[in-house]
């Protein structure tokens, strides 16, 4: 498994990154524990959590992943052996969002607080903040940087255009650069991305980190009809899905996994691995097993076959 860099960041990761946000919503701490230990005893290395994770879940009110994470980190002793990335910017509370100097000087402190650690790896802007000027987020990154706690930082959810304008403004200022970018990104959410993103992101060579990589889970299979949906908490979220193109994604994932021995989701993923400027799809695990199927993923190399039958089905 050949490592590949974040952007220029000097930090290279197996290409996959274990999604952090089950931990402390469909996983509780044992669990999440578990599925760390295998993923890391496989020879995967990069995780990634915000601080916002999962504030949505009955009781919880955000913190949960990344404290989960830090009291993994502390138990196992494997902190030198992972790489963390984490998130700031979404709503924690009252006047807790935002990418304002004041409040992401704060939201570290209690990020690295939860984590049990001094640095954080990558730190990403969770969504754009066009109420604070780049100027200001970008220089107040800088700093962290030049404290040692954080290594690098990216952007998540950005537009285009934002994220060039983010470039030159580091650019022009001499600010640290955004390295990464999170955006959605699957073999049905495809347009979004791949239109105005991709040739920005191939052209600055900065490394692409996929959430929602296997569609909520609609790419492993799973939920093939309405009745389906009620297999998990997060099947209401696929019913978007099930139409004409996505039963036609299904069954070139069917067949691709048949030529491979393979699984619809280890396929989904490897598809998103092989894409040009891709780092690493995120997929999250609420079980060892399921983390075999992306295990797998990271071993599965498709040819160029392969990937035209998906490409072709999933065209927009």
Not at 165 to 173: G, M, Y
Not at 245 to 257: M, P, W
Request: charged share 25%; glycine share 8%.
């Amino acid at each position: 498994m050949e490592k590949r860099e974040l952007g220029k960041s000097g930090i290279k990761v197996n290409p996959f990154a274990l999604g952090g946000n089950v931990f402390g919503w469909t996983i509780d701490e044992k669990t999440s524990f578990e599925v760390l230990d295998a993923y890391v005893a496989s020879g995967l290395d990069f995780i990634d959590t915000a601080d916002v994770y999962s504030a949505w879940a009955p009781g919880n009110k955000g913190g949960e992943s990344e404290t989960i994470i830090g009291n993994w980190l502390q138990k196992s002793g494997k902190r030198d052996q992972v790489i963390i990335a984490t998130k700031v910017g979404m709503e924690m509370g009252p006047d807790k969002k935002g990418l304002s100097k004041t409040y992401i000087i704060k939201a570290v402190e209690d990020s690295l607080k939860r984590l049990k650690t001094d640095y954080i790896d990558l730190y990403q802007s969770h969504r754009d903040d066009k109420d604070t000027p780049l100027e200001e987020t970008l220089s107040t990154y800088t700093d962290l940087i030049k404290q040692g706690k954080v290594r690098a930082i990216g952007a998540s959810n950005y537009e285009a255009s934002r994220l060039k304008k983010a470039f030159e403004v580091s650019e022009k200022n001499g600010f640290a650069k955004y390295q990464t970018l999170q955006p959605e990104y699957n073999l049905y959410d495809r347009e979004g991305y791949e239109k105005e993103l991709e040739p920005l992101c191939v052209e600055n060579n900065i490394g692409v980190i996929t959430y929602y990589s296997l569609a909520s889970g609609f790419l492993t299979g799973k939920y093939r009809s309405e009745d389906d949906l009620d297999k998990s908490k997060r099947g209401q979220g696929v019913k978007k899905y099930l139409n004409d193109r996505g039963f036609s994604i299904l069954k070139a994932l069917d067949e691709v996994a048949a030529s491979y021995n393979s699984t619809p989701a280890s396929v989904a993923i490897a598809w998103a691995t092989a894409r040009p400027g891709i780092t690493a799809p995120i997929a999250s695990a609420t079980s060892t097993r399921q983390l075999k199927d992306i295990v797998a993923a990271t071993q599965l190399n498709l040819d160029q076959s392969a990937i035209e039958l998906l490409n072709n089905a999933s065209k927009y």
